[in-house]
C-alpha cells in the first residue's frame, strides 16, 4: 500500500467533518449505491447530495461510475494506510448515529420502489 493518501490528511479528515457525508459513506459501506437512491435515502435535494459526493471524491474516499444519465458511487479503495484506518472507522461511527439505521431502512424502500435509474 502507498505510503502517501490521494490527499493530505487534512483534507481527509476535512471531507469526513460533515455529517451528511459520514451519512453517505454509511451507505456506501455495503457496496455501489446510485446518487438518486442516495439523496431519496437522506431525504435531501439532489444538488445537495452531489455537492457532498463530490467533496468525497475530491479527497478520494469515493470513486464515480456513470451509466447513461446516472452516477453510481462506491467506497474508493484505499490509497493509503491512513485512508484504509479512516475507513475502517466509519464502521464504528454507524454504531454511534441515530440516522444510521433509519437510512439504511428508507434506503431499502427506496431502491425497492426504483423508478429513477432503472
Given amino acids: ?15 469526513l467533518s460533515d455529517p451528511t457525508r459520514l451519512r453517505l459513506l454509511d451507505l456506501l459501506r455495503d457496496g455501489e449505491v446510485c446518487v438518486c437512491d ?8 439532489q444538488p445537495t447530495a452531489s455537492r457532498h ?4 471524491r475530491r479527497v478520494g474516499l469515493v470513486s464515480v461510475r456513470k451509466q447513461g444519465l446516472w452516477s453510481y458511487y462506491a467506497i ?27 437510512d439504511k ?7 425497492k420502489a426504483r423508478g429513477c435509474c432503472d
Fill in 1 to 15: 500500500m502507498p505510503r502517501t493518501a490521494t490527499a493530505p490528511p487534512h483534507a481527509l479528515f476535512a471531507a
Fill in 38 to 45: 442516495l439523496f431519496g435515502a437522506l431525504s435531501i435535494p
Fill in 53 to 56: 459526493l463530490a467533496i468525497l
Fill in 76 to 102: 474508493a479503495t484505499p490509497q493509503s494506510e491512513l485512508h484504509a484506518k479512516l475507513l475502517e472507522s466509519l464502521t464504528h461511527c454507524s454504531g454511534e448515529s441515530a440516522d444510521g439505521s433509519k
Fill in 105 to 111: 431502512t428508507r434506503l431499502a424502500k427506496v431502491r
